[in-house]
């Protein structure tokens, strides 16, 4: 069972996505084990004070250091004794390398995740300095905390473990595995405000619906992410096959 344990002032927002769909489900069946801690918690004035000026000045607060190091240990500690040989530890930053399918695959492989949630004006470079592993964005915009990102993080890896995903649900066929934008969906009627849906995904014909889904993601990421396909390369039937989609498209307008 994977460890996750968060570093939050805010606990409370976790909930969103530990008690409903396919993470609550996941939850339930003990797929990952999900704990809170909160640095006010860990807090020793009588204020329970957890951020101070910034030296140097400027706007803002930082996340002082004292009691964010004790709840990030006392994290470290109860993943140590749940068995965790290495907790990784992963601070949650627009200074971090962005988040891709590969670094959740790599975050999906670990025994123990330790997310450090910091506010945007950030936490004293002291506590990532000693602590933390990784630092990790997830796109180039500034939130007003880390924990949108911390629970993206965590949909993201949660939903690749093993039992998370029914069997009609198989992560396999996500987009980007195969480096893809994902192909169009339809649903009943046949017909929606005169609509029809394409004639090949009513044909019963599995092979040539296979080939159709493969055009359609290769001719999405082609016009939408142009950069994802360069990386990746096709293969000589692959290149037929965006061909086709592009000659389609060109008759369609567009
Ligand atoms: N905290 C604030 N903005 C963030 C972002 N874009 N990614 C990760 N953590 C963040």
Redesign the pocket.
Known sequence: MLQIDVITLFPKMFDAITESGIIGRARDRRVYQFLPWNPRDFATNTHRTVDDRPYGGGPGMVMMAEPLEKAVSAARQRQISAGVRKPRMIY???Q?RLLTHELVMSLAAEQGLVLLA?R?EGVDERVIARQIDDE????D???S??EL?AMVVMDAVIRQLPGALGDAESAEQDSFVRGLLDCPHYTRPESHEGVAVPPVLMSGNHADITRWRLKQALGRTQQRRPDLLAARGMSADERTLLDEYLVEAQGAGK
């Open positions: 949650l930053s627009p971090g910091g945007y990790i964005s997830i796109g915009y500034v939130l905390g880390g990102a």
